[in-house]
Each structure stands twice: as structure tokens, then as C-alpha cells.
């Protein structure tokens, strides 16, 4: 039998904080945003998704000093840049009109500067998506919580109420009505009225796709631990809704509406392409397609620009939210 281990009064009366100490500070815990930022630094595609999405931000807030810096005004015409028998730029590569003045070229037909419209045109596709999606994420959260908590026939017509909107022609009615309201309704007319329209067809129309989603995370923390305790404490519903099971939805609701926004510049792009979107003369990018469909035999660089910017602007959108939503949930890869 081997005899026990001395040890001196120094060491048996160390404490745990000397020990800490030594290692060379205090050691702290990390929250679970930390954590997730963490994972979302190390993945580089989505990094630079989330890059483009801040300087797209950025280009449609300053449009206008952008525009005095290097490009015209979006309704300035520029007939000396076009040629009069074949109504195309006379100058720049594929007769695009790309020069120190025009970094994107110019319009066939009117001359107008392309550089311009594409920023202006990023005010307004971003802005009906941003308020589109928060419509949607305000109407779709509320009700899927309240549907996934109680249960029931509460659960019963929510749900069949998402049936309903997830099966509706949302293009055809969207066509529709934009066609049947004109004038002046609520105070709005002309592309303010158009805006607003678009916004509450987008937003409201697509709840049922981010309803759906929290409905079934609600029936799936409703019966946790810290629920329970909630009701035995006497807690009421609206507390348990909003205090509760709304701070553990956050990730699968910032995550939904990062790639629902992309699907809604599609959808505003679409209206645009259409006819039914924001009228001329203000820019959109569906509304500068449209226009280039005719003539992009002539000139197809009118066409490729608008074009290319609809793609890299869904695709960083669809790039951050998937990086974001791997950080938020590892366990989803």
C-alpha cells in the first residue's frame, strides 16, 4: 500500500481564482449570438454575401450623391450619344456608349444614363422587398406563434387560412389589381400609390410561407421546460407568446426573411417586367428589362446590365442567408 502524497500548506490552500489568474486572465463564457457569429466569420461565402447586401444597402440610401459623382440625372436625355439611323450608342464597346462620362453606357433610343437608373432602380426594388418581408414577418410570426401555442380551433383556421394564401394566383391578382386601383386611395397616387400597392400584395400575400415555419417551432417549444415553469408561475398567454416563445424564434425568423427578400425583389422585378410595377420615368430594374426586350438584338448591353444586377443582388442575398442560417443552427447542414 503506497503511503499518501504530501503536500505543502502553499499548494493545498491554492484557490481556484489564483489558478485563473495564472493562466493570464478571467475567463468569461460566450452568449449564443457570439457563438454564432463565430461560425458566421468563418464562413467566407457568406461573409461576402453579407459585404454585397451592405454596399447595396448603401448604393440605393446615397443614390443621389452617387449620381452627382458619376453618373446624370435619371431623366437627362443624351440624344448626341445616339446614332440617328440606328437609335444605339455611337461609341463605347458593343456600341454600349461606356466612356469616362457614362460608366455603364447609355439608353438606345433616349441616351439616358444607365449608372444612374441601376441605383436609382436598387431604391426601389430593395425598398419594396425590405417592407414587403416585414409585412410578411410581422403577419406570418404573429399568427404562426398564436396558432402553434393554443392549439385547437385556433390551429384549425390558421391553418387552413395558409392553405388558402399558400394556393392563391398570387401573380394573376397582383396583375389584377394593380390594373382595377388607380386614382388616388389613402392619401397615395401615382408611384407612391403603385409602391404602396405592391408592398401590401407582396407582404400580404406571403405570410403563410414564414406562418407555416413558426407554427411548427411554437408546437415544438411549447412543450419545453421553461414554458411549463412560465405557466405554473401563472403566467398569461400573451406573456408566454412574446416574452417567452418569441425571443427563441428569432433565428428561424431572421433566417426566413433573408431568403425571402431575394424572392421578393424577383416578384417586384416581375410586376415591373409586366407593366404593372412602378411607372416611367422613375427606374426600376424589371421596368428597364421590359423596355430592352424589344431591341436587344440591337443592343443587348441594355438588357445584360439590368439583368446582372437582379442576379448578384439575389444571389448575395441567398449566399448570406444560407451562411447565416448554418451559423444559427449548425445541426441543419
Known amino acids: 500500500m503506497t503511503a499518501p502524497i504530501e503536500v505543502s500548506g502553499s499548494e493545498a490552500e491554492a484557490q481556484p481564482e489564483a489558478v485563473l489568474a495564472g493562466m493570464g486572465g478571467k475567463v468569461e463564457g460566450r452568449s449564443l449570438g457570439q457563438i454564432a457569429w ?32 458619376f453618373g446624370h440625372p435619371t431623366g437627362e436625355f443624351h440624344q448626341d450619344m445616339i446614332d440617328p439611323n440606328l437609335q444605339r450608342p455611337l461609341h463605347g464597346p458593343w456600341h454600349s456608349g461606356i466612356s469616362g462620362k457614362f460608366p455603364l453606357g447609355v ?42 401555442y393554443f392549439g385547437g380551433w385556433v390551429d384549425t383556421v390558421i391553418a387552413r387560412a395558409m392553405d388558402v ?25 401615382g408611384n407612391g400609390l403603385r409602391i404602396g400597392l405592391l408592398i401590401f400584395i407582396i407582404g400580404f400575400f406571403n405570410w403563410a410561407y414564414i406562418g407555416r415555419i ?51 425583389i424577383l416578384f417586384e422585378a416581375a410586376l415591373s417586367y409586366l407593366g404593372v410595377g412602378v411607372n416611367e420615368p422613375t427606374p426600376t430594374w424589371g421596368g428597364m428589362l421590359a423596355q430592352a426586350v424589344p431591341i436587344y438584338s440591337v443592343d443587348p448591353w441594355f438588357m445584360i446590365v439590368p439583368g446582372v444586377a437582379i442576379f448578384i443582388t439575389v444571389l448575395a442575398f441567398n449566399l448570406f442567408g444560407d451562411g447565416l442560417r448554418d451559423a444559427l443552427d449548425p445541426r441543419a447542414r
Open 38 to 69: 463565430m461560425r458566421l466569420r468563418r464562413d467566407k461565402v457568406a461573409m461576402s454575401g453579407g459585404a454585397l447586401v451592405i454596399l447595396l444597402i448603401l448604393m440605393a440610401i446615397f443614390a443621389p450623391l452617387l449620381t452627382s459623382w
Open 165 to 189: 394564401f399558400l394556393a392563391f394566383p398570387l401573380l394573376l391578382f397582383a396583375i389584377a389589381l394593380a390594373g382595377v386601383v388607380q386614382g388616388k386611395v389613402f392619401g397615395l397616387s
Open 214 to 264: 413558426i407554427r411548427g417551432q411554437t408546437l415544438s417549444l411549447r412543450e419545453r421546460e421553461f414554458v411549463d415553469a412560465a405557466r405554473s408561475m401563472g403566467a398569461r398567454a400573451p406573456y408566454i407568446l412574446f416574452r417567452e416563445l418569441l425571443p427563441n424564434l428569432v433565428a428561424p425568423i431572421l433566417v426566413y426573411s433573408t431568403l425571402l427578400i431575394p424572392t421578393n
Open 107 to 148: 439608353e438606345p433610343t433616349n441616351g439616358r444614363d444607365i449608372f444612374s437608373r441601376i441605383v436609382y432602380g436598387a431604391r426601389i426594388s430593395l425598398l419594396i422587398a425590405f417592407l414587403a418581408t416585414l409585412l410578411s414577418v410581422v403577419i406570418g410570426s404573429t399568427l404562426g406563434i398564436v396558432a402553434g
